[in-house]
């Protein structure tokens, strides 16, 4: 399992340790990911994800999970939450479809 966040593709960094007296050795500076399961209103259930805490915030202050998948480019979405897109929009475009037929 990579140390990337499958929501922001944020990644793991290289760079040094400094010493006292200015040894510097190698060091990976890792992203803080948590495993959380998000609610999808359009989905209508819960989804697992490895995401960094970051991205946590990011997802909240958009406005949930479907929301943000919306908004997201696809580059930087992993495979699995790009599918999660795929099937959010489709739902969006059906709902929406719907209502534009009741209306």
């Known amino acids: 399992m990579s140390r990337r966040c499958e929501l922001t593709g944020k990644g793991a960094l290289v760079g040094h340790t400094v010493s006292h007296s200015n040894i510097k050795t190698k060091r990976r500076f890792l992203p803080n990911l948590v495993n959380v399961t998000l609610q999808s209103d359009a989905l209508g259930r819960g989804v697992r994800l490895r995401i960094s805490a970051n991205a946590l915030k990011s997802v909240d202050h ?42």
């Open 62 to 103: 958009r406005g949930g999970l479907d929301a943000f998948l919306l908004k997201a480019r696809d580059t930087e979405l992993s495979p699995r939450a790009l599918l999660l897109k795929r099937q959010v929009s489709k739902k969006a475009v059906a709902a929406k479809a719907e209502a534009s037929a009741a209306g």
